[in-house]
């Protein structure tokens, strides 16, 4: 029987990537038209990308159609996994009306179920990720090589892609509302593998995205095998890097900053002691105050004023000097390590001493004082 639902308003389009997926993906779309008696303010529809699979498994789709009106297919030539996925949403938005696009394997890994909880916090959040790794996700069957990709790929998405915020950055099942979707240059992104679903995620925290995540169970694989290749983990990881690089404003700030603190610090330094007179013991504490209180306005009302906070400029002062006299204590330490252990002189002390806080400051502060919020939408 067809599943036509016209008055519905919006539109949910699952975008399924596939190559050689015949034994997973007519039980994939059944159970997904299925879910279409419990949702009742979105109209299902799947979008299959395939690859020119070998397999036949386009061919099981067109069978499809037949029985199924808001089952699509387009094919084309294996590029790998975000070429397809490009080519799909495009294809969602530009010629099937998508309000709400919908990424899940094709493999049975992902559970179809999950879709009417992904619509329920759409029109509260931008994006809502399938998570693997928050709590009450799990992973089934993984090997312990594959866990450990999976995991350390997710941290460097975080703290070097700046999406230290999101617990599974490479989820591959998730919704993504298509308004801010169109925000990003999809065309332009330079992965054709794998670390698209890395780049796309950042690509949407850079454009204001509101995202949250909920657990999901990865299930064992039904048939076939990983299609992640070593070719896909080496471009991973340069699009690492080439995202920490476009994501670089904040973190050149925070340098300008740091090295404003450094001058200040060896300025007030050397004016106590040179011409107040007062002893180094009592001079390095005295200047290291002082930067913290300049460098504290410097981040708050230049290096991360754009981060959404909720926390009171009290509160963050409090926190980044909790940070700061830690670092400072480290700074003061290695100082008189430095002084009167190592013989070295004074003004060489104070340059050790500055480096290691600058170290432990930028990390506390970052992931902590200034800590981005995620907020729901706005609803209007």
């Known amino acids: 029987?067809?599943?036509?639902?016209?008055?519905?308003?919006?539109?949910?389009?699952?975008?399924?990537?596939?190559?050689?997926?015949?034994?997973?993906?007519?039980?994939?779309?059944?159970?997904?038209?299925?879910?279409?008696?419990?949702?009742?303010?979105?109209?299902?529809?799947?979008?299959?990308?395939?690859?020119?699979?070998?397999?036949?498994?386009?061919?099981?789709?067109?069978?499809?159609?037949?029985?199924?009106?808001?089952?699509?297919?387009?094919?084309?030539?294996k590029m790998g996994l975000g070429a397809a996925y490009i080519r799909g949403i495009r294809e969602a938005?530009?010629?099937?009306?998508?309000?709400?696009?919908?990424?899940?394997?094709?493999?049975?890994?992902?559970?179809?179920?999950?879709?009417?909880?992904?619509?329920?916090?759409?029109?509260?959040?931008?994006?809502?990720?399938?998570?693997?790794?928050?709590e009450g996700g799990k992973v089934i069957d993984f090997s312990m090589w594959r866990l450990f990709l999976s995991l350390f790929g997710n941290f460097l998405v975080r703290y070097l892609g700046g999406a230290y915020l999101i617990k599974d950055c490479t989820s591959g099942f998730r919704s993504i509302n298509v308004s801010i979707l169109k925000k990003c240059d999809l065309k332009n992104f330079p992965t054709k593998g794998y670390s698209f679903q890395?780049?796309?995620?950042?690509?949407?925290?850079?454009?204001?995205?509101?995202?949250?995540?909920?657990?999901?169970?990865?299930?064992?694989?039904?048939?076939?095998?990983?299609?992640?290749?070593?070719?896909?983990?080496i471009e991973f990881l340069i699009n690492i890097f080439k995202i920490r690089f476009l994501n670089s404003k904040e973190f050149l700030r925070y340098g300008i900053v740091g090295s404003v603190g450094v001058l200040i610090n060896l300025g007030s330094y050397y004016a106590l002691t040179r011409f107040l007179d007062l002893s180094p013991i009592f001079s390095s504490p005295i200047a290291i105050e002082i930067s913290i209180l300049n460098n504290f306005l410097l981040n708050n009302y230049w290096t991360f004023s754009t981060r959404i906070n909720e926390t009171s400029i009290?509160?963050?002062?409090?926190?980044?000097?909790?940070?700061a006299g830690i670092s400072g204590v480290l700074n003061y330490s290695v100082f008189l390590l430095m002084l009167y252990r190592m013989n070295l002189p004074d003004l060489y002390a104070v340059i050790f001493g500055i480096t290691v806080g600058i170290i432990f400051n930028y990390a506390g502060n970052s992931l902590w004082t200034f800590r981005k919020v995620m907020k729901r939408k706005i609803k209007k």
């Open 93 to 134: 938005i530009d010629k099937l009306g998508a309000d709400v696009i919908i990424q899940m394997d094709s493999d049975g890994q992902h559970d179809p179920n999950v879709i009417k909880n992904f619509l329920l916090l759409t029109s509260e959040y931008d994006v809502v990720i399938g998570s693997r790794f928050t």
């Open 198 to 233: 890395s780049w796309l995620i950042c690509d949407l925290l850079n454009n204001g995205a509101s995202i949250t995540e909920i657990p999901i169970t990865f299930e064992k694989r039904i048939s076939g095998s990983s299609k992640l290749s070593f070719k896909d983990q």
């Open 1 to 77: 029987m067809d599943i036509v639902e016209e008055s519905k308003t919006l539109s949910a389009i699952c975008v399924l990537p596939t190559y050689n997926e015949k034994n997973t993906i007519a039980e994939i779309i059944e159970c997904i038209f299925e879910l279409q008696n419990e949702i009742n303010n979105f109209t299902l529809k799947v979008l299959v990308v395939d690859d020119m699979s070998p397999d036949g498994t386009g061919d099981i789709v067109l069978g499809l159609m037949k029985k199924y009106q808001n089952l699509s297919l387009i094919q084309g030539a």
């Open 314 to 323: 009290v509160r963050r002062l409090f926190s980044f000097h909790l940070v």
